[in-house]
């Protein structure tokens, strides 16, 4: 099944503690992206990449980082965790420019 | 500076109403444009999209969206919504990269 995964789906942490989102796509796509969802504020882009070792800021780029290795792979790094990147993360990928993403299920992290 | 706008925050509609969700989009040049929905809980999923052609495009689920390219505007239209229908509908316009507004919740009442 063509599918975005993200991993964990529900993550508790604490201020400070460096953690890791996966994301994998297993089709083939060029394009990935990590969005950020708050209410009233809909999706903002945080990093995208148009292809391996192929990275560029989004719109609230400030306290992440990504790496894109392989294709299939799009880590989204929190080195020093803040309480202000509680959110929902998206992240999606799509075959070329033009195309629409395709959304993994969501990671919902909560900093305390 | 680039945005996508959509007007409606919340709507509520008895079931059997028409639908029209407003978005309008400020960038230039050649875009494409989408509608995505996410239901309660889950992640977003395609509606419908608009590359170039015909500016009404249908999607899924009995939607359609209008493209007016003199207006910057690509509403989202169904003639008669269901319960089902409840969720949180979002505009996305794709330039360099892909933009998102901010949502407009959708609650149809039975």
């Known amino acids: 099944e063509a599918q975005v995964t993200q991993n964990p789906r529900y993550l508790i942490t604490v201020t400070g503690k460096k953690l890791t989102v996966t994301c994998s796509q297993n089709?083939?796509?060029?394009?990935m992206s990590w969005y950020r969802q708050d209410p009233g504020l809909g999706l903002r882009q945080i990093y995208y990449?148009?292809?391996?070792?192929?990275?560029d800021k989004g719109d609230v780029p400030e306290g992440y980082k990504v790496s894109r290795k392989e294709k299939r792979n799009f880590p989204l790094i929190l080195e020093s965790p803040s309480p202000n990147q509680t959110s929902l993360y998206f992240c999606?990928?799509?075959?070329?420019?033009?195309?629409?993403?395709?959304f993994g299920s969501g990671t919902r992290l909560t900093v305390v | 500076a680039q945005s996508v706008s959509q007007h409606n925050h919340h709507v509520i509609l008895s079931e059997a109403a028409s639908l029209e969700l407003g978005c309008n989009y400020s960038?230039?040049?050649?875009?494409?444009l989408f509608w995505y929905v996410q239901y309660p809980g889950q992640h977003l999923q395609l509606l419908l999209k608009?590359?170039?052609?015909?500016?009404l495009v249908k999607g899924i689920k009995g939607f359609e969206a209008e493209f007016i390219k003199s207006k910057f505007s690509f509403n989202l239209r169904k003639p008669s919504v269901q319960w089902s229908d409840t969720a949180e509908y979002f505009c996305?316009?794709?330039?360099?990269?892909?933009?998102f507004g901010a949502g407009t919740r959708l609650t149809v009442k039975p």
């Open positions: 999606a990928s799509r075959e070329r420019r033009g195309n629409g993403y395709t």
């Open positions: 089709m083939n796509h060029e394009y």
């Open positions: 990449s148009m292809n391996v070792e192929v990275t």
């Open positions: 960038y230039g040049g050649t875009v494409n």
């Open positions: 608009y590359f170039s052609g015909d500016p």
């Open positions: 996305a316009v794709n330039n360099n990269d892909m933009r």
